[in-house]
């Protein structure tokens, strides 16, 4: 058990698991959410539960969000009843995909303050946040960095950026839109094969073992597409919002995303088509539409 009081704000399907972890680790932990099933959760493994945002920052030392968009984060982070009106807290660190600006926004307000923050989105889906394999993305200032690797690596691997805020955030963009362009590309060309007669799963096999394999060929797949289940573990919406910031971000600074916007648009489809909370591997019934094919078989 460490003195030390953990903040924690968002308990999604992301954020219920790394709390869950930090509890598990013997952190004692100050737990908000606006929806009262996952607090309950968490308050029965063990935390402590708050009213509110401004609350976990008056009763914890540090401060961890999982959030689902930068309005959320923007509000729960300097909003009236806000992380930084609390007394306590000296470090914010947002777990969240939310973009540079966003975390450029929250840094300002806090250093005006007198307090750190870093941006740490994550990677690894809920799979990864359940068993500790997260990969952490992190920048914020290196003198508080080593105090706050412990913690980070309750949840995964962290990699540490740099300084500059948002740099952690710009990484994440990138990674993201490469899983989705991987997804898009890979449902057509599996889609081809496929009403030429090949077998999907051998197709699969032998991309993997050549020059064409990708994050979709090696897991999404085998493990959601060609099982026909679409269960991967990542909504639509998210993906959606996620590679819209990476294309607005890369417009805003002269970097032309020709691919990037196709996906983006792709995504805008397949969300207006099985809505924003179907799973994102929902991509592939789109290309099958298309198609005219189906890919693999049930059971």
């Known amino acids: 058990m460490t003195d ?20 598990a680790a013997g952190h004692r932990v100050v737990a908000y959410d606006p929806v009262a099933a996952p607090l309950e959760a968490a308050v ?16 914890a030392d540090l401060v961890f969000a999982s959030l689902p968009s ?35 926004e929250v840094a300002a307000g806090f250093a005006e303050a007198g307090r750190s923050t870093f941006d740490c989105p994550v990677s690894g ?37 740099g300084e500059k805020p948002g740099q952690a955030q710009v990484l994440k963009l990138c990674n993201n839109l490469l899983a ?48 026909r289940t679409f269960d991967f573990g990542f909504t639509t919406g998210l993906s ?8 607005d971000e890369a417009e805003a600074m002269g970097v032309p995303m020709v691919v990037g916007s196709a996906v983006r648009q792709m995504l805008a489809v397949t969300s207006a088509t099985f809505g924003p909370e179907s799973d994102f591997t929902h991509i592939a019934r789109v290309v099958e539409q298309w198609a005219g094919v189906e890919i693999g078989q049930a059971g």
């Open 240 to 247: 959606h919002k996620d590679v819209r910031l990476c294309v």
């Open 125 to 161: 889906g809920i799979a990864g946040a359940a068993n500790g394999r997260l990969a952490i993305m992190v920048s914020g200032p290196q003198a508080e960095y080593a105090a706050l690797e412990p913690l980070l690596q309750v949840f995964g691997k962290p990699f540490f950026c």
């Open 180 to 227: 989705a362009a991987a997804l898009a590309v890979s449902s057509e060309a599996i889609a081809m094969g496929v009403k030429a007669g090949l077998d999907p799963a051998l197709m699969c096999e032998v991309i993997n073992a050549s020059s064409g394999r990708n994050s979709a060929t090696q897991d999404k797949f085998p493990r959601a597409v060609i099982p």
């Open 44 to 59: 029965a493994q063990g935390a402590t539960r708050a009213a509110n945002p401004r609350e976990v920052a008056d009763r």
């Open 4 to 23: 030390q009081v953990i903040g924690f704000i968002g308990l999604g399907q992301m954020g219920s698991r790394m709390a869950a972890r930090l509890l």
């Open 70 to 104: 930068p309005g959320v984060v923007r509000a729960v982070a300097l909003g009236p009843d806000g992380v930084l009106q609390g007394q306590r807290a000296r470090c914010f660190v947002d777990l969240s995909t939310t973009g540079p600006r966003v975390a450029g």
